[in-house]
């Protein structure tokens, strides 16, 4: 394994250790050593099964950046980026630092994060399990054998679970943290297993730097037609991002997070991290076939201990069981992991409010606006009696992994879609006929129509009108399908209801945009919604 091991040492970046260094394993050796570790377990059909304990979702209150002279007027200070002071840090670092002495082993790995070479990052992760180095390997962008040799890390994430943070000496809300340096280009994770806190360090880290040279980043899924036109598909989690996306008529780019250069739309990453729970072989075959194939990371996925069979039905571990696997794993994924400039754009929402309509065409100041809220509204959950929907506001469809302030990244889009005359859409995946408890989910089919028209531009030449309530154009009809839904407040038996409940969704759209809107032109500021005075 000599040919993997970098010029550039830990010891180049003031790291000692008197651990066993397994440098860039490929995946056949890092499954082995998770196994031979008892991290994790092979299934029946062969991915590796794993459990991450109390933590099987993302610690978001534990999340911190240092604030220093480089972050202080940069960083969007408040709820989603919460400050560690300098001192913290370095006591934070010298303890990392001296857990490091101490190990028997550590998996360390370079990668990119970015695949289009002018806009990605170099970044080394060291890792005390096996199983998490594998994750990040499958995560991240993988460099050619030849690059390994002359690798630099300009970044560096340290991710050790069994370290417990002192909150009285780190300044910590816990024993878990995640604290990012970007004046020391360093990120310290400890006190979780949940891997997917290294994968959107990255993404945040990316987040960070590319605005300042023009890049749009993007929390989205996106894919390319045969004319090699990309569609970018917001939407926070459960309104169809990975879903809709994945079309065996057209390429995937990726599934999660990407960049917007002045040539391409390009994936950060170089692998998918989708929902396993309740998977369907049907619904989603390509999603499917990655739990039948070796090399594919699966978390808290219940698995028989006998006959090593998996049950995706069974949430007994978590909610939120998720696989890792490469993209090309995925039949028809882009090659190089890039894209054409996008012609479209796709704001997914699901409202359980049931007032949005199927789909409608937004002007870039619409869409501008509608990026800023990241609205969608979840169910009230599983309690007895309770159906009120849950409105959730999450700017650029990503808040949490945000650092700048949300109108540099919706400024960088209304500029990009300006420059690139793309139309934008919204598209309501959430309820018709009434609000959730009283309507019913939109068709899949009715959507998938409605997306399909969108891209291929034929919707262009729809018919419109303007919803009396957001402004934006509404197609009147469309070819295949039913034009009762186009309209959602026809599609209540209760009129007096959709009004009512409209003007509550508008003003809540309105109260939520009071904090964006002394960031953005009087232009955004008119494409707020209005309720009509029936309501």
């Given at each position: 394994?000599?040919?993997?091991?970098?010029?550039?040492?830990?010891?180049?970046?003031?790291?000692?250790?008197?651990?066993?260094?397994?440098w860039?394993?490929?995946?056949?050796?890092?499954?082995?050593?998770?196994?031979?570790?008892?991290?994790?377990?092979?299934?029946?059909?062969?991915?590796?099964?794993?459990?991450?304990?109390?933590?099987?979702?993302?610690?978001?209150?534990?999340?911190?950046?240092?604030?220093?002279?480089?972050?202080?007027?940069?960083v969007?200070?408040?709820?989603?980026?919460?400050a560690?002071?300098?001192?913290?840090?370095?006591?934070?670092?010298?303890?990392?630092?001296?857990?490091l002495?101490?190990k028997?082993?550590?998996?360390?790995?370079?990668?990119?994060g970015?695949?289009q070479?002018?806009?990605?990052?170099?970044?080394?992760?060291?890792?005390?399990?096996?199983?998490?180095?594998?994750?990040?390997?499958?995560?991240?962008?993988?460099?050619?054998?030849?690059?390994?040799?002359?690798?630099v890390?300009e970044?560096t994430?340290?991710?050790?679970?069994?370290?417990?943070?002192?909150?009285?000496?780190?300044?910590?809300?816990?024993?878990?943290?995640?604290?990012?340096?970007?004046?020391?280009?360093?990120?310290?994770?400890?006190?979780?297993?949940?891997?997917?806190?290294?994968?959107?360090?990255?993404?945040?880290?990316?987040?960070?730097?590319?605005?300042?040279?023009?890049?749009?980043?993007?929390?989205?899924?996106a894919?390319?037609?045969?004319?090699?036109?990309?569609?970018?598909?917001?939407?926070?989690?459960?309104?169809?991002k990975t879903?809709?996306?994945?079309?065996?008529?057209?390429?995937?780019?990726?599934?999660?997070?990407?960049?917007?250069?002045?040539?391409?739309?390009?994936?950060?990453?170089?692998?998918?991290?989708?929902?396993?729970?309740?998977l369907?072989?049907?619904?989603?075959?390509?999603?499917?076939?990655?739990?039948?194939?070796?090399?594919t990371?699966?978390?808290?996925?219940?698995?028989?201990?006998?006959?090593?069979?998996?049950?995706?039905?069974?949430?007994?571990?978590?909610?939120?069981?998720?696989?890792?696997?490469?993209?090309?794993?995925?039949?028809?994924?882009?090659?190089?992991?890039?894209?054409?400039?996008?012609?479209?754009?796709?704001?997914?929402?699901?409202?359980?409010?049931g007032?949005?309509?199927?789909?409608?065409?937004?002007?870039?100041?619409?869409?501008?606006?509608?990026f800023?809220?990241?609205?969608?509204?979840?169910?009230?959950?599983?309690?007895?009696?309770?159906?009120?929907?849950?409105?959730t506001?999450?700017?650029?469809?990503?808040?949490?992994?945000?650092?700048?302030?949300?109108?540099?990244?919706?400024?960088?889009?209304?500029?990009?879609?300006?420059?690139?005359?793309?139309?934008?859409?919204?598209?309501?995946?959430?309820?018709?006929?009434?609000?959730?408890?009283?309507?019913?989910?939109?068709?899949?089919?009715?959507t998938?129509?409605?997306?399909?028209?969108?891209?291929?531009?034929?919707?262009?030449?729809?018919?419109?009108?303007?919803?009396?309530?957001?402004?934006?154009?509404?197609p009147?009809?469309?070819?295949?399908?039913?034009?009762?839904?186009?309209?959602?407040?026809?599609?209540?038996?209760?009129?007096?209801?959709?009004?009512?409940?409209?003007?509550?969704?508008?003003?809540?759209?309105?109260?939520?945009?009071a904090?964006?809107?002394?960031?953005?032109?009087?232009?955004?500021?008119?494409?707020?919604?209005?309720?009509?005075?029936?309501?």
């Open positions: 394994m000599s040919e993997r091991t970098p010029d550039a040492g830990l010891e180049s970046q003031d790291i000692e250790t008197r651990a066993v260094l397994h860039n394993l490929v995946t056949a050796r890092l499954v082995d050593a998770a196994v031979s570790r008892r991290e994790g377990k092979l299934s029946a059909d062969g991915p590796l099964v794993v459990e991450t304990g109390r933590h099987t979702g993302r610690s978001a209150q534990d999340k911190f950046i240092v604030r220093d002279a480089e972050t202080e007027g940069t969007w200070w408040g709820k989603s980026n919460k560690m002071e300098p001192r913290h840090f370095a006591a934070l670092k010298a303890d990392f630092m001296k857990a002495r101490d028997e082993d550590l998996f360390v790995q370079d990668l990119f970015g695949s070479p002018d806009h990605r990052v170099n970044v080394r992760v060291i890792n005390e399990l096996a199983w998490h180095n594998l994750f990040i390997r499958t995560m991240l962008v993988r460099p050619e054998a030849h690059e390994l040799r002359g690798f890390p970044y994430i340290i991710d050790l679970p069994s370290f417990q943070a002192d909150p009285a000496r780190h300044g910590t809300r816990s024993e878990t943290v995640i604290a990012v340096n970007f004046s020391e280009k360093l990120i310290l994770i400890g006190g979780t297993k949940y891997a997917g806190e290294m994968k959107k360090s990255v993404f945040g880290l990316l987040n960070y730097l590319l605005p300042p040279s023009g890049v749009m980043p993007m929390h989205c899924s894919n390319m037609g045969a004319d090699g036109s990309t569609a970018v598909f917001f939407g926070l989690s459960g309104t169809g879903t809709l996306s994945a079309d065996a008529s057209r390429t995937l780019i990726g599934d999660d997070e990407h960049g917007w250069s002045d040539t391409a739309v390009f994936n950060f990453e170089g692998g998918c991290y989708a929902k396993m729970i309740r369907s072989a049907d619904a989603e075959p390509e999603i499917f076939a990655t739990t039948k194939r070796f090399g990371v699966l978390e808290n996925v219940v698995m028989d201990p006998v006959t090593r069979v998996l049950d995706l039905e069974d949430n007994s571990l978590a909610e939120n069981s998720r696989g890792a696997y490469p993209i090309d794993f995925i039949p028809n994924s882009s090659e190089k992991n890039m894209g054409g400039l996008p012609r479209n754009i796709v704001m997914l929402t699901a409202d359980a409010y007032v949005l309509p199927p789909i409608a065409k937004l002007t870039p100041e619409q869409a501008m606006y509608h800023l809220s990241g609205y969608t509204a979840r169910v009230a959950g599983t309690e007895i009696g309770v159906t009120e929907p849950d409105a506001f999450s700017t650029c469809f990503g808040a949490p992994f945000m650092p700048r302030h949300p109108s540099i990244y919706g400024n960088l889009l209304k500029e990009r879609i300006a420059k690139g005359n793309v139309d934008c859409w919204l598209v309501n995946t959430g309820w018709t006929g009434g609000k959730y408890g009283v309507g019913n989910r939109m068709p899949i089919k009715a998938r129509a409605l997306l399909n028209a969108a891209l291929d531009g034929s919707l262009n030449d729809a018919e419109f009108r303007n919803d009396p309530n957001f402004g934006f154009k509404v009147v009809a469309v070819p295949g399908v039913d034009s009762a839904i186009l309209d959602p407040r026809a599609t209540w038996a209760d009129k007096t209801a959709y009004d009512a409940t409209a003007a509550k969704l508008v003003d809540l759209f309105v109260d939520n945009f904090q964006f809107a002394e960031h953005v032109d009087e232009g955004v500021r008119q494409a707020a919604p209005r309720a009509t005075e029936t309501a």
